[in-house]
T-cell receptor
Framework: NAGVTQTPKFQVLKTGQSMTLQCAQD?????MSWYRQDPGMGLRLIHY???????DQGEVPNGYNVSRSTTEDFPLRLLSAAPSQTSVYFC???????????FGQGTRLTVV | KQEVTQIPAALSVPEGENLVLNCSFT??????LQWFRQDPGKGLTSLLL?????REQTSGRLNASLDKSSGRSTLYIAASQPGDSATYLC?????????FGQGTRLTINP
């Protein structure tokens, strides 16, 4: 019973590089979202999706892109990494935005 | 804009004590409130979800209450154990997103 799986767990990028953080869930959840967690800031919503083909911006979307081609996968793309994007990123899923949210183990990203 | 505050930021108590963690929020128009546990370097694990129409939820030694009109929730932990040491986060569910507090870091001393 995998739940929400995020890869990689750790990543170091140079400024200007691009990369994709992967998120997959095996619970047939419609709602998926990405958060970043920073000291003193708590968790903040980056992007979310209410189903395949539908995405929308959260609180801090700048510098990130998402797409949702399948129910299972919701990748987060960093277009041109900046030191301000150093953070821990969490993917979450739920049956709807009103149900219990299940979180992945996180990706710790450092941009140098 | 919804804001969620958790007090205290850190709490250290001896094993066996009962304790209360507090969460307050500014906008009462919420769908539900969730309490999560986060261990160091790990993801979030859902502990309890209280729908906006409910007053409390219980799971084992945990009891969470919700007073939507006053914008407050409490998480009560009975007979605390060293394994309860973690950061506890509350989050309120509005339209399409969870808004999190910054958490209470709890240490239970043997």
């Amino acid at each position: 019973n995998a739940g929400v799986t995020q890869t990689p767990k750790f990543q170091v990028l140079k400024t200007g590089q691009s990369m994709t953080l992967q998120c997959a869930q095996d619970m047939n959840h419609e709602y998926m979202s990405w958060y970043r967690q920073d000291p003193g800031m708590g968790l903040r919503l980056i992007h979310y999706s209410v189903g395949a083909g539908i995405t929308d911006q959260g609180e801090v979307p700048n510098g990130y892109n998402v797409s949702r081609s399948t129910t299972e996968d919701f990748p987060l793309r960093l277009l041109s990494a900046a030191p301000s994007q150093t953070s821990v990123y969490f993917c979450a899923s739920s049956y709807s935005d009103r149900m219990v949210a299940f979180f992945g183990q996180g990706t710790r990203l450092t941009v140098v | 804009k919804q804001e969620v505050t958790q007090i205290p930021a850190a709490l250290s108590v001896p094993e066996g004590e009962n304790l209360v963690l507090n969460c307050s929020f500014t906008d009462s128009a919420i769908y539900n409130l969730q309490w999560f546990r986060q261990d160091p370097g790990k993801g979030l694990t859902s502990l309890l979800l209280i729908q906006s129409s409910q007053r409390e939820q219980t799971s084992g030694r945990l009891n969470a209450s919700l007073d939507k009109s006053s914008g407050r929730s409490t998480l009560y932990i009975a007979a605390s154990q060293p394994g309860d040491s973690a950061t506890y986060l509350c989050a309120v569910q509005g339209a399409q997103k969870l808004v999190f507090g910054q958490g209470t870091r709890l240490t239970i001393n043997p």
